[in-house]
């Protein structure tokens, strides 16, 4: 089965940290194109950070840049999203997404995880 599957969410105070994980099954990651989305109640899902295949450039919304950090596991076939110095406009659900740069679009979304960053 061809799917991605994400964990790590949870609640956490701010100034916190927590790690995101993305686990494809049945295709191998290291070539697509990566990115983590998040949705906040009422508002547009925006893009929090990209990673090309192989890895070869990394990036990141301003928003988060110096805070979130992209990474992949090839031997895992994963890719994570460390967060740290969480803020409470952080709050969101997370979703990961492939794309095999073929221009046909995402070709595979992740459920989603919820992060809520809250005292």
């Known amino acids: 089965q061809l799917q991605l599957v994400e964990s790590g969410g949870g609640l956490v105070q701010p100034g916190g940290s927590l790690r995101l994980s993305c686990a494809a099954s049945?295709?191998?990651?290291?070539?697509?194109?990566i990115a983590w989305f998040r949705q906040a109640p009422g508002k547009e899902r925006e893009g929090v950070s990209c990673s090309t295949n192989h890895n070869y450039y990394l990036s990141y919304a301003d928003s988060v840049k110096g805070r979130f950090t992209i990474s992949r596991d090839n031997a895992k076939n994963t890719v994570s999203l460390q967060m740290n110095s969480l803020k409470p406009e952080d709050t969101a659900v997370y979703y990961c997404?492939?794309?095999?740069?073929?221009?046909?679009?995402?070709?595979?979304w992740g459920q989603g995880t919820q992060v809520t960053v809250s005292s």
């Open positions: 997404a492939a794309d095999a740069a073929d221009g046909s679009g995402w070709d595979y």
């Open positions: 049945g295709f191998n990651l290291d070539y697509y194109l």
